[in-house]
């Protein structure tokens, strides 16, 4: 197959400079935690374990992923 028909390859910077702008996000998010939805908290927890490589920064995301979701009332665990 010629070269020219194959897809550009992307760089490993490109792909860091999205990786540090989702982490930075979900930093963000977790540094305000008390003004965001558990919906984004969630889904902040899941951004800093899907990409941060730093081992105590995971560790509180697991914890505080737990937290929220066995953290509701139980009317709405029974709705679901």
Do not use: F, Y
């Amino acid at each position: 197959m010629n070269a020219t028909h194959r897809p550009a390859r992307t760089s490993r910077t490109t792909n860091a400079g999205t990786r540090l702008k989702r982490l930075g996000w979900a930093r963000g998010i977790l540094a305000d935690i008390e003004i965001h939805s558990d919906a984004r908290i969630r889904r902040a927890c899941k951004t800093i374990l899907t990409h941060s490589h730093d081992h105590a920064e995971r560790q509180l995301s697991i914890d505080l992923w737990r937290m929220v979701n066995c953290g509701k009332p139980l009317e709405v665990k029974a709705q679901k």
